[in-house]
């Protein structure tokens, strides 16, 4: 079936200007993550849905980041004002989210250049 | 403590060699445990969950040790298409969020050469 797609592959953006990141998971899937990792590093948690309950923001580097969930599906990342530190490649990930069973299944992501 | 460590090498290993990975982990409470591979400027993948009895799948066995949190790979037989990044994933448990959420290890990196 079709997996975790992701929009746009790539973005080129000028410092300052907002940028909003699409991510379309795995149909069935009622968890949703959000991650960065810049080149050459780990993975950076940024935030999570799951099911109707709040998400969890804890990994949000500042308050220049939010993301949304509608409908319980489509997720979209934004981010204001961006900076030249915000390059990366932006993955999303879901998950089935059943008993212990965790597997997160990721897009290609998108990868995000600050000029 | 990190909260899943890894060594990053490079482990640099000839076609057909046997080579094992390990990882700690900090958070005792944790229930699922996986390791990943993410290939160079890919996305990760899944590789294969890590069950309390241990698991083969093909080439790769990998073990699980509660008691030491500690969790290992090992890839017999290498293959240059083995070359990739591995991370170690174990779920989050009472850091503030539920136990959905993972924690990747930054991974450690494999060259198989022929």
């Known amino acids: 079936g079709a997996g975790v797609s992701q929009s746009p592959s790539n973005k080129v953006t000028e410092k300052g200007k907002d940028v909003e990141l699409r991510c379309d998971p795995i149909?069935?899937?009622?968890?949703l993550y959000w991650y960065r990792q810049s080149l050459g590093q780990g993975l950076e948690f940024l935030i999570y849905f799951q099911g109707n309950s709040a998400p969890d923001k804890s990994g949000l580097p500042s308050d220049r980041f939010s993301a949304e969930r509608t409908g319980g599906s489509v997720s979209t990342l934004t981010i204001q004002r961006t900076q030249q530190e915000d390059s990366a490649v932006y993955l999303c990930a879901s998950s089935l989210w059943e008993g212990y069973s965790y597997e997160q299944y990721f897009g290609p992501g998108t990868r995000l250049t600050v000029t | 403590r990190k909260e899943v460590e890894q060594d990053p090498g490079p482990f640099n290993v000839p076609e057909g060699a046997t080579v094992a990975f390990n990882c700690t982990y900090s958070n005792s409470a944790s229930q699922s445990f996986f390791w990943y591979r993410q290939d160079c400027r890919k996305e990760p993948k899944l590789l294969m969950s890590v069950y309390s009895s241990g698991n083969e799948d093909g080439r790769f066995t990998a073990q699980l040790n509660r008691a030491s949190q500690y969790i290992s790979l090992l890839i017999r037989d290498s293959k240059l298409s083995d070359s990739a990044t591995y991370l170690c994933?174990?779920?989050?448990?009472?850091?503030?969020?539920?136990?959905?959420?993972?924690?990747f290890g930054k991974g450690t990196k494999l060259s198989v050469k022929p």
């Open positions: 994933v174990v779920n989050a448990m009472n850091y503030g969020g539920s136990q959905g959420n993972l924690i």
């Open positions: 149909s069935g899937h009622t968890a």
